[in-house]
């Protein structure tokens, strides 16, 4: 007949381990408990006092338990050859802590290893298959030395292992076991525990896992392999981690999701779960009588550590922030950047807005000031037209643009003259599309009434500026879908740029442009790049422009528009 023995070692939260104590008694299960030595003497014997009526319920001499450290291998060994050596009639030890709450009636765990009265449930993998390990240290674990403790004693721990790997220092492993790794909590059957406590070697063991980091992780996982002759390499008990190693710890609206699981136990339960407590340990508990599946829930922890982990497209928060690049995308949506369009066109901005339906903005990143749609002084998600909140946090300010107006397209002006702290956030954001004619700048240039001297030097800094920011855009990272006209190639054609432009807005041919924004005056514009190759400058951004260029000044109604029949 099958008889469970628990080893529960307990270190925090005493009333709620007195609970699940009286549990496994209720159902006929020998309890042995090891109280962290870090638990003052008051609080011990309250505890005691607390089981004390209950005489299947023994204690095993204390030890330090420190994460990490061999204190908790001690403690489950010793804890463990009380039971076997006080109850001759049990047949399973199962390992649980003070915070482990049984999912189902102990009678069906009972059952369950009846049917497997040769299995051992241990998770147990060698260091080459294990995905989870955190923190750098897999095979090291077993070939370097950890005498200091990683929470308590980081620089010692640090420097330690710095300085082994420098001399390139290794542990020899003892002759005859393969280091294996595996969760802490086990089942294992009374013939592989008692030939692993008992083994001859076993100080030769002791020796080598007291400086193996995490022991209790590794220790028994490996000896399990010498003796037990059908390994179940997995255990009884439901507990998951985060990405950084960490439990996940359970609280009252994981009730259903315990449930469904089929587990026998589950840790780490909060201490104020009441409502779990109550349910699992009232009479009412249990389970229909199924496989532990743990894979069950798999599904919902993994999209909870990819939220947690990347999140909302284009979306920061508090477990992400303020870390590089742990940002799920840089946006959540798609928008359009143009470069140079407001200054060969005169009503570039209302026009693409009633020929796509988005929501056009002047320069965003203008030094003055925040263009806004209508050049209104705040924007929906009180984003304020501040040059100097803007500028604060650029990559905040387009993702909050963004966020804040999902569902609807956003378009805005970009050049030389603003703030180009965006221009790699814009590059590598596959949700941008930007649209540039080269060489635009120099438009406004053209028309102001400045001395040519300072036209000459103004040219040759936004011709500089504008080049960095190409590179950018051409730049192996780019994810941003890019077309980039010379001025002169655009001018060629623009009814098949602006074409090209809004179909990428609204999707191809939806409908053929028949007019065109009213282009500047461009007379004399040739003569006028002319004279800046005249005077040392080389302004090469616009293409190969002619001196003779067409004038476009004639008035709005004695012009044709473009058409595209």
Same mark, same amino acid.
């Given at each position: 007949?099958?008889?469970?023995?628990?080893?529960?070692?307990?270190?925090?939260?005493?009333?709620?381990? %007195?609970?699940?104590?009286?549990?496994?008694?209720?159902?006929?299960?020998?309890?042995?408990?090891?109280?962290?030595?870090?638990?003052?003497? @008051?609080? #011990?014997?309250?505890?005691?006092?607390?089981?004390?009526?209950?005489? +299947?319920?023994?204690?095993?001499?204390?030890?330090?338990?420190?994460?990490?450290?061999?204190?908790?291998?001690?403690?489950?060994?010793?804890?463990?050859?009380?039971?076997? /050596?006080?109850?001759?009639?049990?047949?399973?030890?199962?390992?649980?802590?003070?915070?482990?709450?049984?999912?189902?009636?102990?009678?069906?765990?009972?059952?369950?290893?009846?049917?497997?009265?040769?299995?051992?449930?241990?998770?147990?993998?060698?260091?080459?298959?294990?995905?989870?390990?955190?923190?750098? $240290?897999?095979?090291?674990?077993? !070939?370097?030395?950890?005498?200091?403790?990683?929470?308590?004693?980081?620089?010692?721990?640090?420097?330690?292992?710095?300085?082994?790997?420098?001399?390139?220092?290794?542990?020899?492993?003892? *002759?005859?076991?393969?280091?294996?790794?595996?969760?802490?909590?086990?089942?294992?059957?009374?013939? !592989?525990?008692?030939?692993?406590?008992?083994?001859?070697?076993?100080?030769? #063991?002791?020796?080598?896992?007291?400086?193996?980091?995490?022991?209790?992780?590794?220790?028994?996982?490996?000896?399990?392999?010498?003796?037990?002759?059908?390994?179940?390499?997995?255990?009884?008990?439901?507990?998951?981690?985060?990405?950084?190693?960490?439990?996940?710890?359970?609280?009252?609206?994981?009730?259903?999701?315990?449930?469904?699981?089929?587990?026998?136990?589950?840790?780490?339960?909060?201490?104020?779960?009441?409502?779990?407590?109550?349910?699992?340990?009232?009479?009412?508990? =249990?389970?229909?009588?199924?496989?532990?599946?743990?894979? *069950?829930?798999?599904?919902?922890?993994?999209?909870?550590?990819?939220?947690?982990?990347?999140?909302? @497209? =284009?979306?920061?928060?508090?477990?992400?922030?303020?870390?590089?690049?742990?940002?799920?995308?840089?946006?959540?949506?798609?928008?359009?950047?143009?470069?140079?369009?407001?200054?060969?066109?005169?009503?570039?901005?209302?026009?693409?807005? *009633?020929? !796509?339906?988005?929501?056009?903005?002047?320069?965003?990143?203008?030094?003055?000031?925040?263009?806004?749609?209508?050049?209104?002084?705040?924007?929906?998600?009180?984003?304020?037209?501040?040059?100097?909140?803007?500028?604060?946090?650029?990559?905040?300010? $387009?993702?909050?643009?963004?966020?804040?107006?999902?569902?609807?397209?956003?378009?805005?002006?970009?050049?030389?003259?603003?703030?180009?702290?965006?221009?790699?956030?814009?590059?590598?954001?596959?949700?941008?599309?930007?649209?540039?004619?080269?060489?635009?700048?120099?438009?406004? $240039?053209?028309?102001?009434?400045?001395?040519?001297?300072?036209?000459?030097?103004? @040219?040759?800094?936004?011709?500089?500026?504008?080049? %960095?920011?190409?590179?950018?855009? /051409?730049?192996?990272?780019?994810?941003?879908?890019?077309?980039?006209?010379?001025?002169?190639?655009?001018? +060629?054609?623009?009814?098949?740029?602006?074409?090209?432009?809004?179909?990428?807005?609204? =999707?191809?041919?939806?409908?053929?442009?028949?007019?065109?924004?009213?282009?500047?005056?461009?007379?004399?514009?040739?003569?006028?790049?002319?004279?800046?190759?005249?005077?040392?400058?080389?302004?090469?951004?616009?293409?190969?422009?002619?001196?003779?260029?067409?004038?476009?000044?004639?008035?709005?109604s004695a012009r044709k528009p473009y058409l595209v029949r």
């Amino acid at each position: 007949m099958t008889q469970v023995g628990v080893v529960m070692l307990v270190h925090t939260a005493l009333h709620r381990a %007195e609970q699940v104590i009286r549990n496994w008694v209720k159902s006929g299960c020998p309890v042995v408990v090891h109280v962290d030595a870090k638990v003052n003497k @008051a609080r #011990y014997d309250k505890f005691v006092s607390a089981v004390s009526d209950m005489p +299947e319920v023994t204690f095993s001499p204390r030890h330090k338990c420190e994460w990490g450290t061999w204190g908790i291998v001690a403690a489950t060994q010793e804890a463990s050859e009380k039971i076997l /050596r006080d109850h001759p009639s049990v047949t399973h030890v199962y390992l649980a802590s003070g915070s482990c709450l049984p999912l189902r009636p102990v009678d069906e765990l009972h059952d369950y290893l009846t049917e497997r009265p040769r299995v051992d449930f241990i998770e147990s993998a060698t260091t080459a298959d294990v995905p989870w390990t955190v923190g750098g $240290l897999d095979h090291e674990r077993f !070939t370097l030395r950890f005498p200091f403790s990683w929470k308590t004693q980081r620089q010692l721990f640090d420097f330690y292992v710095d300085l082994q790997r420098r001399v390139k220092f290794k542990r020899k492993i003892p *002759k005859g076991i393969v280091p294996h790794m595996g969760s802490q909590w086990w089942c294992l059957t009374r013939q !592989t525990l008692s030939a692993i406590l008992e083994d001859p070697d076993r100080p030769t #063991y002791d020796l080598y896992f007291k400086k193996v980091w995490i022991p209790d992780e590794s220790y028994f996982q490996t000896l399990s392999r010498l003796y037990s002759p059908n390994v179940e390499s997995r255990s009884l008990t439901l507990s998951k981690f985060d990405f950084q190693g960490k439990p996940h710890i359970f609280y009252d609206d994981h009730l259903q999701l315990l449930r469904r699981s089929d587990c026998f136990v589950a840790r780490k339960i909060w201490p104020h779960a009441n409502r779990l407590y109550d349910a699992f340990l009232g009479p009412s508990a =249990g389970l229909k009588a199924a496989e532990p599946n743990p894979g *069950k829930i798999d599904r919902i922890f993994a999209r909870a550590v990819d939220r947690r982990t990347r999140g909302r @497209a =284009g979306l920061y928060m508090q477990s992400r922030f303020p870390n590089q690049d742990w940002e799920n995308g840089v946006t959540c949506g798609p928008y359009s950047m143009f470069e140079g369009f407001t200054e060969l066109f005169e009503d570039f901005e209302p026009w693409l807005a *009633k020929a !796509t339906g988005a929501r056009v903005h002047g320069h965003l990143f203008a030094p003055e000031r925040v263009e806004f749609e209508g050049r209104q002084a705040t924007f929906v998600g009180a984003l304020s037209d501040c040059p100097k909140l803007r500028d604060y946090n650029t990559r905040s300010f $387009l993702r909050s643009l963004v966020w804040n107006t999902r569902g609807e397209r956003q378009c805005f002006q970009f050049g030389p003259h603003d703030t180009q702290d965006i221009s790699w956030d814009v590059a590598r954001d596959p949700n941008a599309q930007v649209s540039v004619i080269s060489g635009a700048w120099a438009v406004p $240039l053209f028309q102001s009434n400045r001395n040519f001297a300072d036209l000459r030097e103004e @040219a040759a800094r936004l011709q500089r500026i504008e080049s %960095e920011h190409l590179l950018a855009l /051409r730049a192996i990272y780019t994810k941003a879908r890019v077309r980039i006209w010379t001025m002169a190639e655009f001018i +060629e054609s623009p009814m098949e740029a602006l074409q090209t432009v809004v179909d990428e807005i609204t =999707g191809k041919n939806v409908r053929r442009l028949t007019e065109a924004p009213r282009m500047v005056d461009l007379t004399g514009f040739g003569q006028f790049l002319q004279n800046l190759k005249n005077q040392g400058m080389h302004p090469y951004l616009m293409g190969d422009f002619p001196v003779d260029s067409v004038a476009t000044n004639e008035p709005r109604s004695a012009r044709k528009p473009y058409l595209v029949r």
